[in-house]
């Protein structure tokens, strides 16, 4: 998602109606479903590969010889960067296709298990120096029992690093579109997509909510934000993506925080 209503030409997103989903809903967020076009998607696009990922990294800095969660690891290509770079990574998704996909890229021997972000989390108190969290609680109507286990798992002093859906980005999304009226930036709303990868066609349930809102949440489950971060592309996507980075070199997509776990909640 960029904010100018630009996509990739190797895929695309449409915001569907309310009264077409609710009407007769189909499954939404289906990962099992198109797990394989998801991640061939994700490996190499722009706002994945070259924005998202690259982000992530830089603030997780050094690693090496850190234990991390990675919560909602889909097939794992954090997880293997992390990995790559001297941590010892476990990770957890709800979808068993999305974690079929991670063992292939990981290795039998990689910590991976099914769980649900929002439910208990198959882990002990005080394990992990530091979560990351990447593009998954927007997922989320409720962030209190997620932030609230995430944070359980933490070492005191431990990092939440995560990204979502820039909030004005989505805003601009349904105003243009002309459903500002309907989807108003101060209140928390579901919002509907459909994401065309690979030739398959999926409905996406998300969750908008303002940046207040995001803050209130954190605080509450007992972290102190460190960083705020609108970052601009990896370099590398000037390279590859030479058109589009040329028009839109800053463009609003995923907003990213560094959250330490320090405050009793």
Not at 48 to 73: F, H, K, S
Not at 238 to 258: D, H, I, S, T, Y
Request: charged share 20%; glycine share 8%.
């Amino acid at each position: 998602m960029i904010s100018d209503d630009h996509q990739e030409p190797a895929s695309s997103t449409r915001l569907t109606s309310p009264s077409a989903v609710t009407a007769d809903p189909p499954k939404t967020n289906d990962y099992n479903g198109f797990a394989e076009a998801y991640t061939a998607e994700n490996e190499t696009n722009l706002i994945n590969a070259y924005y998202e990922r690259p982000a992530m990294l830089a603030l997780a800095g050094d690693v090496t010889g850190r234990r991390i969660l990675d919560a909602g690891c889909g097939s794992g290509p954090l997880f293997a960067a992390l990995r790559d770079r001297g941590a010892s990574v476990s990770g957890f998704d709800a979808s068993t296709g999305m974690l079929e996909l991670a063992r292939r890229r990981l290795g039998e021997g990689a910590d991976l298990q099914v769980a649900d972000l929002g439910s208990p989390l198959p882990y002990p108190d005080d394990t992990f120096d530091d979560v990351v969290a990447s593009l998954v609680l927007h997922y989320l109507e409720d962030w209190g029992p997620a932030l609230a286990e995430l944070r359980r798992t933490l070492k005191p002093g431990g990092r939440l690093i995560a990204s979502v859906d820039h909030p004005f980005a989505v805003h601009l999304m349904h105003r243009q579109a002309g459903r500002e009226a309907e989807y108003k930036y101060f209140d928390t709303t579901n919002w509907t997509e459909e994401w065309t990868m690979g030739g398959q066609t999926a409905l996406m349930s998300l969750w908008h909510r303002p940046l207040h809102a995001m803050i209130e949440a954190f605080t509450a489950a007992g972290f102190r934000i460190t960083v705020i971060s609108e970052p601009e592309p990896d370099p590398a996507a000037r390279e590859l993506f030479p058109e589009v980075v040329a028009a839109k070199p800053r463009f609003l997509c995923f907003l990213f925080f560094v959250l330490q776990a320090d405050q009793a909640p």
